[in-house]
Nanobody, 122 residues
Framework: VQLQASGGGLVQAGGSLRLSCAVS????????MGWFRQAPGKEREFVAA????????HYAGSVKGRFTISRDNAKNTVYLQMNSLKPEDTAIYYC????????????????WGQGTLVTVSS
């Protein structure tokens, strides 16, 4: 299974970006999907997750109300809409897939994309 994240870039504080993650396998429709991020000098942290049907979502407190995770199972793609971006959102953003279950810890995810860099200037 391959995950290809895209959509990162440089944006000013208060701006928006939409990240995409394309998954190579059709069984994507059964996977819980998550977004994580890692800022320079910091550990990887959870950002958002969405159940395989897209009914259930969960967000880190730091992004709740600003970020929205969604998925299009027909396109094998998951999205992260990021609004009201802040300099502290600067990080490499990774998408990840979990074959079974619904879980937040990064260790529970089975497949990872290569990451896309988001830089928010003040």
């Amino acid at each position: 299974v391959q995950l290809q994240a895209s959509g990162g870039g440089l944006v000013q504080a208060g701006g928006s970006l939409r990240l995409s993650c394309a998954v190579s396998r059709a069984t994507f429709t059964r996977y819980c999907m998550g977004w994580f991020r890692q800022a320079p000098g910091k550990e990887r942290e959870f950002v958002a997750a969405i159940s395989w049907r897209g009914v259930t979502t969960h967000y880190a407190g730091s992004v709740k109300g600003r970020f929205t995770i969604s998925r299009d199972n027909a396109k094998n793609t998951v999205y992260l809409q990021m609004n009201s971006l802040k300099p502290e959102d600067t990080a490499i953003y990774y998408c990840a897939a979990q074959k079974t279950g619904w879980s937040i810890p990064a260790d529970d995810y089975d497949y990872w994309g290569q990451g896309t860099l988001v830089t928010v200037s003040s």
